[in-house]
């Protein structure tokens, strides 16, 4: 695990022409990250189930005077991959290419003693947190290999405790499928990493744990912007790297 480099500097048109898609857009990280992006010229891709709100993220960057994002309503939890096929398909035909993919989008499911866990809830929190995942980088590598430089960030989690299993093995399951790939497509233009943001006072946070000391005094998804912008934007250079807070080392 690292941090990204200290002389990082952030310029206001640091992602200038990129096209990105953020999954999960109207969620605590996602939503942050797709305002951040746009703020510094990156046209957004907002992928959510929620069209409402996706529809109110898309106001919200349109009144700041960013670059005009695009709508893409999917739930995850039911799309095959024939969705994802055509997903990829009607990227193709409007931009040409994606320079960047952020994996935002996750389920919790519930905690319960594995012993009585539900098959209903497993599969579902499999399915957000890893097989869509899988599915959507695998339908959108084509177009992430026209881009000059492509960067796919995949949000992690490293904490293992009792009664979250399968959110836990999602999250793991997740980050060595990232590493795998990343060794994968090694030396060429797409980058692959990890983000960890640690504990951060999301709406994840106070479900999983409502009664924790100190929940309000946690970093902010805001905190973490610097590290997303990093790893999309053009002075990223590595690749197969899980990547913490500029503060937790």
Request: proline residues 5%; aromatic residues 10%.
């Amino acid at each position: 695990m690292t941090q990204i480099p200290n002389n990082f500097e952030i310029s206001t048109d640091l992602l200038k022409d990129k096209v990105i898609l953020v999954t999960g857009a109207t969620g605590s990280f996602g939503r942050v990250v797709s305002m951040t992006y746009a703020k510094h010229g990156a046209t957004v891709i907002l992928l959510a189930k929620n069209l409402r709100l996706v529809e109110a993220l898309y106001d919200r960057i349109e009144a700041q005077g960013y670059p005009k994002p695009a709508i893409y309503p999917v739930n995850l939890a039911g799309a095959t991959e024939h969705d994802y096929a055509e997903l990829a398909n009607n990227i193709g035909k409007e931009f040409g290419q994606l320079d960047g993919l952020v994996h935002c989008a996750g389920i919790l499911g519930a905690p319960t003693p594995f012993e009585y866990s539900d098959t209903e809830t497993w599969l579902k929190v499999h399915q957000v947190n890893l097989h869509a995942p899988y599915f959507l980088t695998r339908s959108l590598i084509p177009l992430l290999k026209k881009s000059a430089k492509a960067s796919v960030i995949f949000m992690t989690d490293d904490k293992i405790g009792a009664y979250w299993d399968a959110y836990s093995v999602s999250k793991q399951a997740l980050a060595t499928m990232a590493l795998n790939i990343a060794a994968e497509y090694r030396g060429s233009n797409i980058h692959i990493n990890c983000f960890n943001p640690g504990k951060t006072n999301t709406v994840f946070q106070m479900r999983a744990f409502p009664a924790a000391d100190g929940n309000q005094e946690l970093p902010l998804p805001e905190d973490h912007t610097k590290v997303f912008l990093y790893l999309v934007s053009d002075k990223l250079k590595e690749t197969g790297t899980c990547y913490l807070p500029t503060d937790a080392l």
